[in-house]
């Protein structure tokens, strides 16, 4: 059987496959010529991340498809209803990436506080008075620790930002549309964890009281933060996206940046990718990832052996 994964696959997970029976084609076949690659491969498995799209015409024109499988969580990039509909399976790997995504949140806020987002930029090649005037610029940062996050989708990844940052003696506030309560297991490598219950409270309370608003939840139909919601946060805040593109309002984001409402912000997803507004790009005020929060070689191994395990569970062989 022939697994093509177009948007990459880890050594451990080829390495599974391969063990099983599998042949794995890690060629990156371009969206336009992938059923003709599919179909004259005979391909049974596609595996994608964000970059390949798995639309109705694509499955249409794939008879041979069994399994469409996405490394990672959102399956925005795929038709999953018509798929199922054909008797495709569809798999995800939800659980993998989460520690990974809370962690670059952090890269994000750590970096925000202390602006590492403009200094990296404007150090000077040479010139110890532009390095006096730069200390001044970035010399009213502020700790984490003692201030109020924001959480807003208080699911998985939620959960782990959480646990990093009651680990580091912030306090959390959290929203969800179907998550009342959890309970936040914060645990140390010496063994020992503490428990802690939050309840999840109403979006605008969260966003009327948080120093920094992290968003967790799936791509809708919908903003979730858009002006109206900007109105309601303290001034100077500080907002991360690493959830997708298309739950904050950018236009929005960027309007609240210049009036000071909004101090900074990470980004690690946009309303347009791969290449985000100009607006965005250009803003000094902003940290940008270019979508990397599944990206780190633990998560990438993870997401590449579930898939693995999964594949040969449905395919038996
Ligand atoms: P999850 O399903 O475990 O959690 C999402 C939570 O959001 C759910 O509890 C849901 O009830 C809640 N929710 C939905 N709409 C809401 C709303 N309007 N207000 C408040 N809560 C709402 O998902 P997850 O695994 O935690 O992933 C969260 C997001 O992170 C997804 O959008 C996913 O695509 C994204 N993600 C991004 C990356 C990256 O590379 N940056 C990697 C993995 C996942």
Do not use: W
Request: glycine share 10%; charged share 25%.
């Amino acid at each position: 059987m022939k697994i093509l994964a177009n948007d990459g696959i880890s050594k451990s997970g080829i390495e599974v496959l391969a063990q099983a029976g599998f042949e794995v084609l890690t060629t990156t076949v371009a969206q336009e010529q992938l059923a003709n690659y599919i179909n004259k491969h005979n391909i049974d498995v596609l595996l994608v991340r964000s970059a390949t799209s798995v639309r109705k015409e694509l499955i249409d024109s794939c008879p041979s498809l069994k399994i469409i499988g996405r490394g990672g969580v959102g399956m925005d990039n795929i038709d999953v209803e018509y798929a199922r509909s054909k008797d495709i399976h569809v798999i995800n790997t939800p659980e993998a990436s989460s520690q990974s995504v809370a962690e670059l949140v952090f890269a994000h806020l750590f970096g925000g506080v202390r602006f590492l987002y403009d200094s990296n930029r404007n150090m000077p090649l040479d010139g110890d008075s532009q390095f006096k005037s730069l200390k001044k610029n970035y010399a009213k940062g502020v700790e984490l620790r003692g201030k109020t996050l924001g959480i807003i989708g208080f699911g998985r990844i939620g959960r782990d930002v959480a646990k990093i940052a009651l680990g580091i003696g912030m306090k959390v506030i959290a929203s969800d549309k179907f998550v009342g309560k959890a309970d936040i297991k914060v645990e140390f490598y010496n063994g020992q964890f503490i428990n802690v219950e939050i309840l999840t409270e109403p979006t605008d309370e969260i966003l009327k009281k948080a120093d920094f608003i992290t968003l967790h939840v799936p791509l809708q139909s919908e903003y979730v933060i858009s002006e109206k919601e900007f109105s309601l946060m303290k001034d100077g805040v500080g907002i991360i996206n690493a959830a997708r593109g298309g739950v904050i309002d950018e236009v929005a984001l960027v309007n609240a940046m210049e009036s000071g409402k909004v101090a900074f912000a990470g980004l690690d997803t946009f309303e347009q990718e791969p290449t985000p507004a100009i607006q965005v790009l250009m803003n000094g005020q902003m940290s940008l990832t270019p979508h990397i929060g599944a990206a780190t070689n633990e998560a990438q191994d993870r997401i590449g052996t579930e898939l693995a395990v999964q594949i040969i569970s449905i395919l038996k062989v």
